[in-house]
Structure formats: C-alpha cells, structure tokens
C-alpha cells in the first residue's frame, strides 16, 4: 500500500493578516477618514469580510490518499466482478454501516463520514491487470485471481483541515480497514445473492469467503437472510458458514476489534 499526505498552502491566510495590517493602518489616517466619511465604516466592514474569506477560501487544498491492491490473502474471491463490487460498496459505504465500523473499533464518530464514499474508488481486475500495472505481491499471484485496485484520495482546504484535527486521517485509516477486511465478504455476500442457481451459490461458499469474519454480526445477520428460502443443499451449507462465523460474534478478540461487548449489526 502506498499513500500519505500531500499538498496544502496557506498563502490566503497569511495575505488576509497582511490585509487586515494594512487595513488598519490605512483606515486611521486623517485624509482616509476625512475621504471616506459616513461610508467609512461600510467600507471597513467589506474590507474585513473580504479578508476572512481570503483567509479561508484562499489556501491550498490537502490531500490525504492511499492506493493498494486486496486479493487472494484478504478472500476476494475468483468469481466476485465489478457488479458485486459496487453493490457491496453501496452497502458498508452507507452511513449506519460506517458507525458499525467505528463501534468495532472503539472510535468516536467521525466528521463527515460520508466524505468516504465520495473519496473510495474500487476497480475490479485480474491477475493480468495486476502485472501489467507493474504491482508487486507476495506471495507471487496466480492466473485466474481476482483483484480489488482501490484508491482513495480525500481533498479538502488546508485551513479548514487544521480546525478539524486528525478527521481526514482517521477517515482514511477507518476506509483501509472497510477495504481489506469488510468488502472482499461483502462482495462474497453480494455474490451469493446475484447467484442464479444453488451450483452457483455452492461454488461460492466452497471458496471459504468467510476466514476471519470481521464484521461478524453483519454477517451472521445477512446469512441468515440468505437462508431464508434457500434450498436444503445450500441452507445446509450456510447454516455451516454461520456456526462459523458466530464463534466470532462471541469471541471478539479473535478478529482483533477494539470493543468490548456486544455489537449490534447495522
């Protein structure tokens, strides 16, 4: 993974400090008083906000990224495409799913959590991709294996980031998180839901999606949707996934999360 933070000047701030400076100098003199007159004040008053918003508006914009590669050692699985992608984004991108996310790490809420979606992009590609784009992984990748290209890139104005401390940075670390640990089973999740037959839905759940089941609570709750209805073959088979996935909705510390009780699922 690489990412970091780049960019961000404050050249607005410190011009409208030098306006304000100036501003009250000029102001004062006898000839600007007398010059001004009853509009002096107005004219002060117009002066000032132009400065403020200098000071605001007129700085440079930061930018917090990160761009990684999630496959195979994170269980995406061969058979997930773009289609279940984007649907597994729509679904742990949304607001109640993301305070999902800070409760299992023991976070406070985010400032503008929503930001996420529109910073996240997840690209869809192959084995092919992965070595022509020139990544490296280990261990070495095979043919056949599907991969999650995600960038993100947060912009927001140098000034306003100062006053809003580290909330662009827990935003991205809270992002690489849901990226390398929730979506390659949200996907599997997806996956199965889209799947046209029990042959389909078997081959998937055969693939072992659900390793270290992260948001556990989530999935127990939507195995169990997915039970409903399902043919004996595959509901035996998801009741399996579920016994599974429960010893880790009761033990915790098993998928390394902060909290410490009970979680209610989104």
Known sequence: MTGGMAGGHFAGFF????GLAVLTVVSTR??????????RARVIAV?????ILMAIFG???REIFFRTVVGPNEQVLTRVT????DTALREVLRPEFVRYMERLEALPPLADGARI????????????DLLAEGHSIEPPPKLGQTYLFVSYSDRENALL?????????????????????VLPQAAAIAALRAAENDREKLAILNENPFVVPYAAE????????????ASPEVALVLAQKRAYVQKYVENPAARDIHAEGRIDPP
Do not use: Y
């Open 161 to 181: 980031s100062i006053f809003r401390g580290d909330a662009g940075v827990r935003r991205m670390a809270l992002t690489e998180r849901i990226v390398t640990r």
């Open 47 to 51: 002066s000032i906000l132009i400065c």
């Open 30 to 39: 006898p000839s600007v008083v007398r010059k001004l007159g009853a509009n």
């Open 59 to 61: 700085n440079g914009t």
């Open 82 to 85: 773009q289609a279940h992608v």
């Open 15 to 18: 011009l409208a400090l030098l």
């Open 117 to 128: 979606a529109d910073a996240l992009s997840v690209r869809v590609g192959t084995t092919v």
């Open 218 to 229: 989530w999935i127990v709750a939507e195995l169990d949707k997915l039970a409903a209805g």
